[in-house]
């Protein structure tokens, strides 16, 4: 076996950080390239300082690793494809990036390989969007460059048609869903694929963040087979090698709408890291290493709260309420080792586990209670 | 809560690796003093590279940092003093370093302080030790700088007298014990003390270094509950912060001696990280850093294998096996970040967790017989 690989890591934020956490345990060097003197990695790798999107940067970056692989989509993919061109392993594979990259490819490959996905229209600027109105309800998403609840809005009446993006977008008929899910999902080169269980997640009613992530799903078995069926249909179909995730809506029918993937380690996969015998991050690692697939069966129900920077705070963080929370049993504490907070800036993550349902939603509550980032 | 604190950590080797990974979690910066250039911690902190016994190499390393500890005894000691009196924290205290480093301090410690442990006496030179011979079988052990089985003979013989220490040491009974067990205790500064439940352990025959570990040790409760408070009666009279490792012998009459202590995260500890609520890392740090202790639960029964160099094999380390050992369900490799192998090199471990002790023994097995470190 060759281990002692370098592995090239695009993006130097928390999903790089945890991803780094568990590379160690394999021995592989990570080098981490992030435009941010002060990303989340700079000191726990080989750090570079320089942009994602710029060829020659991620070109030269690349050239100097075995493996590259990415925590964030928006790299330049021409460079990507270069290296791979060179013989430079790229997982996930330069053109499923390219792919992920646009939510109207995206929604195209849904509605090509039947995979069923809320019903939607191309649309090139706001003019062309202002003919939809009988579209309304919807949701509006900009085609390329949206990242964590921007690059979305929601359009209820006539008047909102004017928020729409005056850019290639998508609208997509709004789903009046019951629960919204994420299932995650590897594949390795030799093509063995796990799925990790289903994720039910809450979303912050504003800003369009996961607020809190339970675990497992309280959905039937059915429910559960059919979510874990379609991400593994999603990843054998793109012949992607990493590890997928697949935002779901559940609807009040019982019927499942795939909503967003991500080629990636994914917000909706922290609690593995305590919750289930392998990681997101180290199945990533073996995905792209190409080794056996661990198991992903769950070892406790589990809730992840995001830490966010508290609204109306900026400046250096201060952490309030550490003590209090780290007196529970199964409080489990991920920072992202970043200086400044900001309202709504991820800021880190908290992990709880506990074999009682009841027990771990009252410490979800006591801990987001408790747990504040000001400045 | 003030984080973002500089740790500093004298050793850069696996102990430390493992500390890291946990101390991003918290956004503690890591900065570690090493004389090894290509010691395990090297590419995941800030690393210095120095003589850890140098006044003033320990000295200016420490200056830079607000909290400092050790993954090695082996540290200048009045350095150490000098930055504790200069405001620096330093844990464990740099006297209670200057007992552990002591084996004949040590013993009298626990002489003193009535803690049940192997009768013995203090030996200045060869000369006087063939005085003893009526304490056959003994142990003898040199006061200072043994380390990893280095620094003890077993003396059956009125011969083997000769391969004694020719330096101070201590001549130990040998204790005829049923097993061997070790507790880690963690006492933070607000004196808050937590044991994790006891482990058993397995010695190589030949070269010392404990070869299987299995969690829960198999004893009675009453023996349990009597190693967890050794343990914590131990670091309560040392008034010590931080974690210590409590190895004892327990007899075939059902009476637990304290064989050695270690005040720092230890290989008896390992598991910790997948098997237990908080692993010995975390708890390591929760304590120097005053947080409220975590609960030490054991969640799973575990095994933990020591990875070692293969007799015969030095050189470039490849390691054989992976997949195989990979495809097991609850088998969780650490390797160290070590680039050369040579005989029982400690080169990483494994822990195996699993529900049923039979299968977990079963699994163990197979991960000593299929993964191997060569060259």
Chains 1, 2 share one sequence.
């Not at 995979?115 to 600027?125: S, Y």
């Amino acid at each position: 076996m060759n281990i002692n690989r370098k592995l090239g890591v695009f993006g130097g934020g928390q999903l790089g950080r945890m991803l780094i956490q568990s590379a160690i345990n394999f021995n592989w060097e990570v080098r981490t390239l992030d435009p941010d003197a002060q990303a989340p990695c700079r000191n726990i790798s080989h750090f570079t300082q320089g942009a994602l999107k710029d060829y020659q940067t991620v070109y030269e970056f690349g050239k100097s690793c075995d493996v590259l692989t990415i925590e964030i989509e928006a790299v330049n993919v021409e460079a990507l494809k270069q290296l791979e061109k060179e013989g430079v392993k790229v997982f996930p594979q330069p053109h499923i990036i390219e792919l992920i990259q646009d939510k109207r490819l995206q929604k195209q490959f849904y509605r090509q390989e039947q995979i069923p996905t809320a019903d939607f229209v191309l649309t090139e600027n706001r003019e062309e969007l202002m003919r939809y109105q009988d579209w309304l309800p919807a949701v509006h998403k900009l085609g390329k460059d949206g990242y964590d609840g921007r690059g979305v809005q929601i359009l209820r009446s006539v008047e909102d048609l004017s928020k729409g993006f005056d850019a290639p977008g998508v609208l997509e008929r709004m789903i009046p869903f019951e629960k919204e899910l994420a299932v995650i999902v590897a594949r390795n080169e030799s093509g063995e694929v796990k799925a990790f269980p289903a994720v039910e997640m809450a979303f912050h009613p504003e800003h369009n963040l996961v607020e809190y992530l339970f675990a497992p799903a309280e959905i039937s078995q059915a429910t559960e087979v059919k979510a874990q069926e379609i991400a593994q249909t999603i990843i054998s179909k793109l012949g992607m090698v990493g590890l997928l995730a697949v935002e779901m809506f559940l609807t009040k029918e019982g019927e499942i709408l795939v909503n967003e993937i991500a080629p990636r380690p994914h917000n909706s996969g922290h609690h593995t890291i305590e919750a289930n015998q392998v990681s997101q991050y180290e199945q990533h690692l073996r995905a792209i290493m190409n080794l056996p697939l661990g198991d992903t069966e769950a070892l406790s129900p589990a809730a992840m709260v995001n830490v966010l920077g508290e609204a109306g705070f900026s400046g250096e963080a201060r952490y309030e309420g550490l003590e209090e929370i780290l007196q529970l049993k199964g409080v489990h504490l991920h920072l992202y080792g970043k200086t400044l907070t900001k309202p709504f800036r991820k800021m880190g993550h908290i992990t709880i586990t506990d074999q009682s349902v009841e027990s771990l939603k009252e410490k979800a509550q006591f801990v987001k209670k408790h747990f504040k980032v000001k400045a």
